[in-house]
């Protein structure tokens, strides 16, 4: 069983950036795929940004290229999205998501855990 938890959430200025952190319970954290999902109210959620197990291949959601970036410590059994350049539109609950297969997906229904997401929000 992997136990996920998210931090860094808050509110922000448009334009502005954030770091969030999703620590991992469990000895299997360094093999396993990685994710960030959002979810704004109304909407379904979509994929942010995914990495694989050893941190060589990522992947992200169009809307967030080129302002995001994914990145993990296996070493704390952490995985980071940086943030920049915010936008109101970026605003959302975001969740962090593991998947017992190395290679990372863009698809959620590719990961079986999921943290308790975090509130980002961005003012304009």
């Known amino acids: 069983q992997v136990q996920l938890v998210e931090y860094g959430g808050g509110l922000v200025q448009a334009g502005g950036s954030l770091r969030l952190s999703c620590v991992a319970s469990g000895p299997t954290f360094t093999t396993y795929a990685m994710g960030w999902f959002r979810q704004a109210p109304g909407k379904a959620r979509e994929l942010v940004a995914t990495i694989d197990w050893n941190g060589l291949n990522s992947y992200y959601g169009d809307p967030v290229k080129g302002r995001f970036t994914i990145s993990r410590d296996n070493a704390k059994n952490t995985v980071y999205l940086q943030m920049n350049t915010l936008r109101p539109e970026d605003t959302a609950v975001y969740y962090c998501?593991?998947?017992?297969?190395?290679?990372?997906?863009?698809?959620?229904?590719?990961?079986?855990?999921w943290g308790q997401g975090t509130q980002v929000t961005v003012s304009s």
């Open positions: 998501a593991s998947r017992t297969f190395r290679s990372a997906s863009t698809t959620t229904n590719a990961y079986s855990y």
